[in-house]
């Protein structure tokens, strides 16, 4: 079956420093990958679309040049979370979908990244 | 704005028992609905549903969509402690017909 990898899966960084996370689809092309952080006790919020070759289309409330996204080609994306703060701690899970954009088949989810600024 | 609801958001019940876990949407064009089922890291699928009216099933799983009411349901029989965990629905509509949107979750504990 279809995979997506994530990485790192866990990381602990200074206040103030950049953190990148990966997400890379192993067997199949994601044209199109998506973000989402989850808080303790709560569901996945989609923070933004990253869309190979363009700029990433980023959810309401999302800074765009806190949480800078690559998606530079069909397998990887990747994100950076920029002068990381401690409110910044969270899960950080990609996901990625095969297939035609039609909405019909199944999201595969990497691993997540749990962040810890400390 | 795509919304989706789930109910309940908790539930505590005894190994064997059943439950039926719901999941309602408004969805500006709908696509499919999807089931996920997330442990400690990230969520693994269950179903995706595209018609209404046709059960899928696997093992003790089983779900079903009816889009005349907007909603579909999750139902676990004979629950095992395993399957503690939080069940996310998902939806996929116009907005990006890639892009799942989530309901809060219902965070299932099954005690023995």
């Known amino acids: 079956g279809a995979v997506v990898s994530q990485h790192p899966s866990r990381v602990i960084c200074k206040s103030g420093t950049s953190v990148k996370i990966e997400c890379r689809s192993l067997?199949?092309?994601?044209?199109?990958m998506f973000w989402y952080r989850q808080f303790p006790k709560q569901s996945l919020m989609l923070m933004a679309t990253?869309?190979?070759?363009?700029?990433?289309?980023?959810e309401q409330g999302v800074e765009k040049d806190k949480f800078l996204i690559n998606h530079a080609s069909l397998t990887l994306s990747t994100l950076t979370v920029t002068s990381a703060h401690p409110e910044d701690s969270s899960f950080y899970i990609c996901s990625a979908r095969r297939g035609a954009a039609r909405g019909n088949t199944e999201a595969f989810f990497g691993q997540g990244t749990r962040l810890t600024v400390v | 704005e795509d919304k989706v609801v789930q109910s309940p958001l908790s539930l505590v019940v005894h190994e064997g028992d059943t439950v039926t876990l719901n999941c309602s949407y408004e969805v500006t064009n709908f696509r499919s609905l999807l089931w996920y089922k997330q442990e400690k890291k990230a969520p693994t699928f269950l179903f995706m549903l595209t018609s209404s009216g046709i059960e899928k099933k696997s093992g003790r799983l089983s779900s079903i969509l009816d889009k005349k009411e907007l909603s579909s349901i999750l139902n676990i029989t004979a629950t095992q402690t395993g399957d503690s965990a939080i069940y996310l629905c998902a939806v996929s509509g116009l907005q990006g017909a890639q892009k799942l949107v989530f309901g809060q979750g219902t965070r299932l504990t099954i005690n023995p």
């Open positions: 990253s869309n190979e070759g363009s700029k990433a289309t980023y």
């Open positions: 067997d199949f092309q994601a044209t199109t």
